[in-house]
């Protein structure tokens, strides 16, 4: 398990590996969904907030991930925004919008 959640922590670093990355995280997020760690509904993410960990990097790489995911899997279409919920406490933790990763106030610290 700490193999799938681990890819989604990183970013590419070299230009050819961009490529092996997007496959790697449609392959473990497709592990992640199967398993129901992740709930996916329209273009909302349902995941506990303990999977990004504290960093806010690490949470900003969740959610650049997964909206690679939803490109490349679920055909996804550039622009609308993608909410990232805590399905525990039920609140917005995040979002992609505007082609940015965006954390609540919260996890920024503010």
């Not at 997007?22 to 273009?43: C, D, M, R, S, T």
């Not at 790489?61 to 550039?78: C, D, H, P």
């Amino acid at each position: 398990m700490k193999k799938e959640l681990g890819i989604f922590q990183n970013k590419p670093e070299e230009p050819g590996s961009r490529v092996k990355h997007i496959l790697a995280v449609v392959e473990h997020f497709n592990l992640l969904v199967e398993k129901k760690i992740i709930l996916i509904l329209g273009n909302t993410i349902y995941l506990k907030r303990d999977l990004w960990g504290k960093e806010p990097e690490v949470a900003k790489s969740w959610i650049e991930n997964t909206y690679i995911f939803l490109r490349m899997k679920q055909g996804a279409k550039v622009g609308p925004t993608i909410y990232f919920w805590d399905m525990e406490a039920d609140q917005l933790i995040g979002k992609f919008e505007d082609g940015k990763a965006v954390l609540s106030t919260e996890d920024q610290g503010g």
